[in-house]
Structure formats: structure tokens, C-alpha cells
């Protein structure tokens, strides 16, 4: 049955807030959007739900997230509750703690973050998975975007076992609302041979992956010199030390250039020690990168060039990487963080459109998520300030960190959820 939807303001990607704003929904689409004295005229016997002094905007894109990983606080507090003081210990400490783990322990993990995604306004997702096994809890949820399945190795002799397992879980069919992509994990954890095939492979075949790149110091120093903390401890701690590659002499960007990993439809994530010229390139490959602005200050790994990539027009999201190297799985703290973090390189409305629209076209399922315009899905939620905003105020107010707790309702494909 067809409802209009209104509130005091509607606020979407690429258009000013709409005071008194609605949207007609049909069969989980919006079918007609104005404001509320303009869609009653064109439907006048479709039921009102109104939402007085609350704002409706799109579900949020959690662009880059290890929604597996949401236990981590519970299990690290288990663990004696470790707090790593760098980069590479966190990398090391989260190994430990992975180990003591069993597929239930992932298996509630992974249903507790897409419960918490959902409950934060967050409507679509692109998720990093290395348990294949678990996708089907995608089968019944709402969430929406894409399940990249995880693979890493230097081993030769085990990278034939693990390629085969990944490609029978892609042959297998999607899980609920969700597409199947790949996340070959970094240049530091993947031989440069497999990356290599992995590129090829998702470029033939329209695969979409993403990939860590650029994070931090130490990653950069092993790309070009395979020496430093990744070298010298984590690869020891994994029983990679006779697979410690020659150095490259290159920067990650070229790095991945030269293995093929420069193509639209790899999606990069962090790029926190970029450089000019590898920001260049970046746009000039039309390229598209998520910050996890949280996750980076947590781990000290420094802060990315935010305002030089919007400059030249590399195409910006937002992610919270996982619990484990951050407080909260809401977008919207991740808005609010961003806006102090980045030092004003990033306004407000810029951010707001990297959370909804922009976080959809890197994942490119754009054309039905991401704003509320005609034909796309009816995947919308309801804010209620506690506090009176203006029109004026409403995207300072999406930065003021509130908003996670404002929530009174989410819709997904036009049901409540």
C-alpha cells in the first residue's frame, strides 16, 4: 500500500533541506517527493504518517567496516584487556585474541554488528568477511551494499588452497540484499603474484574488491624496503619470515599499479600516508577511497590527506573500520569525529553526502540508495532533536554527535525495521 512519509524537514545529498518535506512510497520505492502540501494534491486518499519536529534523511553507508570484529571489545576485556601502543602490536594483539576464537564466537559477532549498523540509521555496508561461512546471516537481514570476502597469504603452497576456497564461496549466490565482492587484504599480507591474480581475475570478471592501502608508516616502509616493525615482528608472529619479499623500491600507490590494482571498481581504503603526486594518480585513475578517521587516531597511524583528495576529485566515503579500533559502528559518530579531525578540510554538507550519496557510488549501487529521489528505495530514517534546529543548522547539527541517539525510526525498502 502506497503512505506518505513527512517531517519537519527532509534533508537529502546535492539539495537544501525541504521544511514541511514528504515522500510518497509504493511497493518499498519512492514514487513522488516535495513537500507534504505538494504530494497530498497528486495523492489525496494515501495515509500520513507524520513525524512532527523530526528530520528524515537516507540510511547512512558504512562504506569500509569488519562487522565480524563487533565482539572485540568483550573478547579483548577476556584477553586481560590489552590496550597495543602502535600499529603493528594492535595488528599482533588482534591475532592472539583471533586465535582463541571458534565460528560462534564469529557467528554472534557478526550478528551483533549488523544488529548495531541497523539500529545506528546505517542502511547499506561494505563488509569485510574472512569466515565465508557466516555470509548467510545476510540471507534475512535489511542491510544492503556489499560482503567482500577476505583473502591474504605469502605461503605458495597454501595460496592455491585458499584462492579455491574463495572462488566457490563467489560461486555460490548472494545473500539476501547483499552482492559478493573480494578483499585481498593489503600489499603487505598478500605475495605480490597473488595480488597480482586476484586484480586480473575481479577486472575480467566485473568483481568489485577493496583493498587496504596506505594506512600506515610502517606499511609503506615494507612496500619499498620489506624491512621495519612489519618485517621484523609481524611477519616472524605469522610464520612468514622465508616469504619476506624483495624490497619493491616503490610507494603503495605504484605498487599497486604495477600488480594492476588501479581500477575503479577497487575500492581503497585509509590512504592515510599518501603523498601528492600518488593523490594525483588517484584521480587521474578515477579512484575512490574510504576514511576511517576514528580508526587511524586510535591506532596513531597519522591523518589523511582529506582536503588534497577532494580537491582533485577522488571520489570520498566513510567506514568505521571495526570495534577493534573504534568505539562505535554509527556513521554518524563517524560524521561528527570527521569533522573535527579533518580541521575543517571537510564541511558538513560534504561529509553528510560522503555518508549517504557518495558512500553509494563507491560501492556503485547508486542508482538505489544513497538519496531520496524518485525510483530509488524507500530506505529512509527519522531523527527527533532533542533540541529545536533550524533549517539553517541541520548539518552543523549532523556533526554534533548526537545523532545516533536522536533515531526514533528506520525504514528499510519502505518497512519499519
Known sequence: MSCIYTAQYLVSANAPPVEGGALVVDDGLIVSVGSLAEVKRNYPDVEVVDYPDAILTPLLVNAHTHLELTDYPDWNRQAAGETPTNFVAWILHLIKIKRTLNETDYRLSLQHGIEQSIAAGTG?????????????????????????????????????????????????????????????????????????????????????????????????????????????????????????????????????????????????????????????????????LVLCPRSNARLGVGRAPAGKLQQVGVKLALGTDSLSSCDSLSIWDEMAFAHQWFAGELDAPTLFRMATLGGAEVLGVETGVGSLEVGKSASFQVLRPKATVSAAEIFDYFISSTCTDDIIQVYHCGQQV
Open 124 to 288: 547499506v555496508v561494505g563488509d569485510i568477511l574472512s569466515r565465508y561461512g557466516l555470509r548467510d546471516l545476510y540471507d534475512h537481514t535489511s542491510l544492503g551494499g556489499f560482503v567482500f570476502l577476505e583473502t591474504l597469504g605469502q605461503d605458495p603452497e597454501k595460496i592455491g588452497t585458499v584462492s579455491r576456497k574463495l572462488h566457490q564461496a563467489l560461486d555460490g549466490e548472494n545473500c539476501g540484499s547483499v552482492t559478493l565482492g573480494v578483499a585481498p587484504h593489503s600489499p603487505y599480507t598478500i605475495s605480490r603474484d597473488y595480488l597480482a591474480r586476484i586484480y586480473s581475475w575481479c577486472s575480467k570478471n566485473s568483481c568489485r574488491c577493496t583493498t587496504h592501502l596506505a594506512e600506515s608508516a610502517e606499511e609503506v616502509q615494507f612496500i619499498e624496503k620489506s624491512s621495519g616493525a612489519l618485517a621484523g615482528r609481524f611477519y616472524p608472529y605469522v610464520g612468514w619470515e622465508g616469504y619476506l619479499p624483495p624490497p619493491s623500491g616503490l610507494r603503495p600507490v605504484e605498487y599497486l599499479d604495477q600488480t594492476g590494482g588501479l581500477f575503479p571498481e577497487n575500492l581503497l581504503v585509509h590512504g592515510v600516508q599518501l603523498d601528492d603526486s600518488e593523490i594525483t594518480t588517484l584521480a587521474e585513475k578515477n579512484m575512490s
